[in-house]
């Protein structure tokens, strides 16, 4: 085989072999992040929280006092929430909220930010 051969040929596996490296960098980048909701992962915002406390937050909906949050109307929840980072059809879960930033908020919760997604 020729010196001139043998260099074409590496050429050739070394730009096959980039190639490769490069679809499936493509391929991993592309992948769907159905499966998680942004901010899942951060602490779960406490109900004690001074400023979760001052807005009424708490894990369960229907656990809000009503006399003293009025604005609430059974059915409003976190994942209806516009500020809630989940899916608008997550059902449960948690999920990070841009009123409580570090946090992440039940989906099934509320506080008296509440802003009904559109
Ligand atoms: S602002 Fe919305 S998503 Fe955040 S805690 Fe209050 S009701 Fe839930």
Same mark, same amino acid.
């Given at each position: 085989?020729?010196? =001139?051969?043998?260099? @074409?040929? $590496?050429?050739?596996?070394?730009? !096959?072999? @980039? *190639?490769?490296?490069?679809?499936?960098?493509?391929?991993?980048? !592309? +992948?769907?992040? @159905?499966?998680?909701?942004?901010?899942?992962? !951060?602490?779960?915002?406490?109900? =004690?929280? %001074? !400023?979760?406390? =001052?807005?009424?937050?708490?894990?369960?909906?229907?656990?809000?006092?009503?006399?003293?949050?009025? @604005?609430?109307?059974?059915?409003?929840?976190? =994942?209806?929430? +516009?500020?809630?980072?989940?899916? %608008?059809? $997550?059902?449960?879960?948690?999920?990070?909220? $841009?009123?409580?930033?570090?946090?992440?908020?039940?989906?099934?919760?509320?506080? *008296?930010?509440?802003?009904?997604?559109?």
């Amino acid at each position: 085989m020729s010196e =001139s051969k043998n260099r @074409t040929d $590496q050429s050739r596996r070394a730009f !096959l072999a @980039t *190639a490769a490296v490069a679809a499936s960098v493509a391929v991993v980048g !592309l +992948r769907p992040r @159905t499966a998680s909701a942004a901010g899942e992962n !951060l602490p779960h915002l406490s109900e =004690s929280d %001074p !400023l979760a406390k =001052s807005l009424g937050y708490v894990m369960n909906a229907s656990k809000v006092d009503r006399k003293k949050f009025p @604005t609430y109307k059974p059915g409003d929840r976190c =994942s209806t929430c +516009r500020f809630f980072l989940g899916t %608008p059809d $997550q059902k449960s879960g948690y999920a990070g909220c $841009q009123i409580y930033a570090g946090y992440s908020v039940d989906a099934n919760g509320w506080c *008296a930010s509440f802003n009904a997604r559109s």
